[in-house]
């Protein structure tokens, strides 16, 4: 695909559940991709790379100690991570800074019913969050596809739909 081309999919299910003192965003996607091809994208620092809003120092599919590197334009910012649960290909959690984050996939078919859970400090975050995670896993898409479109991250995001992501998830997550 070419990349002016691309545009944000259908919206994911989304929903946020309290915790404590911090709150689980959680995003349900449906992907036309098996499990281990799936796997693969989540963990191979090569993939991530293309798809993430991060870089990755190693392999994600192991448990230990690795550094995620935000990347916004020309700039990158190092936050310490810890892989803490790696089930392939069925789960993977890691913390990324202050962040949480789990992925469990479930076969759906010949694809994998994907669902990101990520802990955040506040509630009024979670539209930017989900329409961030929602941009990177349309491109993760196409990466599986055969039809890479390039990381779409950081301010960038701005220029692919971002704000109004932000603005429907906003408005789909005050729904009771």
């Known amino acids: ?14 929903e946020l559940v309290p915790g404590g003192d911090r709150w689980d965003l959680v995003l349900v996607r449906d992907l036309r991709h098996p499990p281990e091809k799936v796997w693969a994208a989540l963990t ?14 190693h392999d994600l599919g192991g448990p230990g100690e690795t550094t995620l590197r935000t990347v916004d334009g020309d700039r990158a910012h190092p936050a310490p ?11 993977l959690e ?13 076969p759906a078919g010949a694809g994998t019913t ?13 539209p930017m969050v989900a ?3 929602h941009l990177c896993l349309d ?3 196409h990466l599986l596809d055969g039809d890479p479109v390039g990381p779409i991250r950081g301010a960038e995001a701005k220029d692919f ?8 998830y906003a408005e789909r997550l005050d729904r009771p």
Do not use: K
């Open 1 to 14: 695909m070419q990349r002016d081309n691309f545009r944000p999919g259908p919206l994911a299910d989304v």
């Open 44 to 57: 191979d620092p090569e993939q991530l790379a293309q798809w993430a809003p991060f870089r990755s120092d």
């Open 81 to 91: 991570a810890r892989v803490l649960r790696a089930d392939r290909p069925r789960l």
């Open 94 to 106: 890691y913390t990324w800074g202050d962040a949480l984050l789990r992925w469990e996939l479930t």
């Open 114 to 126: 994907l669902t990101v859970r990520q802990r955040i400090d506040r509630p009024d975050l979670a």
């Open 131 to 133: 329409a961030g995670w």
């Open 139 to 141: 491109v993760a898409g």
């Open 161 to 168: 739909g971002w704000a109004e992501l932000r603005d429907a």
